[in-house]
């Protein structure tokens, strides 16, 4: 006896579905959840969050919402390991592309994050643009700057001075954070808070008492991560971005911790250039990302 295949349906994920959604993304192979400050189950209710289902088995999720409203990302899909992932994307990214453009957003960015990822983009018409990279900064470089090289300047180009952030500097630093990005990499003042929430340390550089720049890193028992570094556009180019990620080199170094981690675009050579003058490595992880626009 042969038995049809239930036909595959497209509905919105609601928050009633975070079970079956984080079993999803825990137990198959094709999953990719972006680089985010907020964790997957968090989206749950905002859209485009969206589910396909075989009869009553959930075989693939899709979640785009827009953030800041202008900018969308692919922050996690999912794809159960016995269904095409050819038709499941299709059934997912037409219905999403069609909420975001009715949403005013025109265009959508995504990190590759498996070699099953590229094929599902390129259908869809995204283009790789470029790649984030991974670079770390392990206890071998402290010893070489014992020996003399790679010496840290972590003090700041006058007249710009270093300091610990203080909670009534975070509106500044936002302002200085949106002033320094441009999509797909600026954040909403939401996001930065719920970074300002998870960061180990913030410092900032200021001039004449403004805030004109600021670094924020994450800790882990493995060691420390640069999360972001934004110095506004008037100061850029100066070496205050230098100085900050040297004080926050030397902040980690001075309490034992020498395994650190960066990430970057590889299209950014003035950032990569810093890194690596301070003693980071490429890692040799790369995520490229590959972006669609339209309108």
């Known amino acids: 006896m042969i038995f049809a295949r239930p036909q595959l349906r497209t509905r919105p994920a609601t928050p009633s579905d975070r079970n079956v959604i984080m079993t999803l993304a825990r137990c198959e192979r094709r999953v990719h959840s972006h680089?985010?400050?907020k964790p997957v189950e968090a989206w749950l209710g905002a859209q485009p969050f969206l589910l396909v289902?075989?009869?009553?088995?959930?075989?693939?999720?899709?979640a785009?919402?827009?953030?800041?409203p202008d900018t969308a990302w692919v922050r996690l899909l999912a794809l159960a390991d016995n269904v095409s992932a050819e038709e499941v994307w299709r059934l997912l990214w037409e219905q999403a592309r069609?909420?975001?453009?009715?949403?005013?957003?025109t265009g959508v960015a995504g990190l590759s994050t498996g070699d099953w990822m590229p094929p599902l983009?390129?259908?869809a018409g995204f283009q790789r643009t470029h790649a984030v990279v991974v670079l770390a900064r392990s206890a071998q470089h402290l010893e070489a700057q014992r020996r003399g090289r790679g010496l840290l300047v972590s003090f700041p180009p006058a007249p710009a001075r270093l300091r610990r952030a203080?909670?009534?500097d975070y509106a500044a630093l936002i302002a200085t954070d949106q002033a320094a990005f441009t999509p797909p990499w600026h954040l909403s003042a939401e996001m930065i808070r719920t970074a300002i929430a998870q960061a180990d340390l913030i410092t900032v550089a200021e001039v004449d008492g403004q805030i004109v720049g600021y670094?924020?890193?994450?800790?882990?028992?493995?060691?420390?991560?640069?999360a972001r570094l934004a110095v506004?556009?008037?100061?850029?180019?100066h070496g205050l971005g230098a100085a900050l990620v040297a004080n926050m080199i030397e902040h980690y170094e001075a309490r034992g911790v020498h395994e650190l981690t960066v990430n970057t675009q590889d299209s950014n050579v003035a950032s990569l250039n810093v890194y690596q003058r301070l003693g980071f490595q490429l890692s040799g992880t790369h995520f490229p990302v590959f972006q669609l626009s339209w309108g």
């Open 215 to 226: 670094q924020l890193t994450t800790a882990s028992r493995s060691g420390a991560h640069l």
């Open 35 to 37: 680089l985010d400050w």
């Open 121 to 123: 983009y390129q259908w």
């Open 166 to 168: 203080r909670p009534d």
């Open 232 to 237: 506004g556009p008037p100061w850029q180019g």
């Open 53 to 62: 289902e075989q009869g009553q088995r959930v075989v693939g999720t899709l």
């Open 64 to 68: 785009c919402p827009p953030d800041p």
């Open 98 to 105: 069609g909420q975001l453009a009715a949403m005013r957003v």
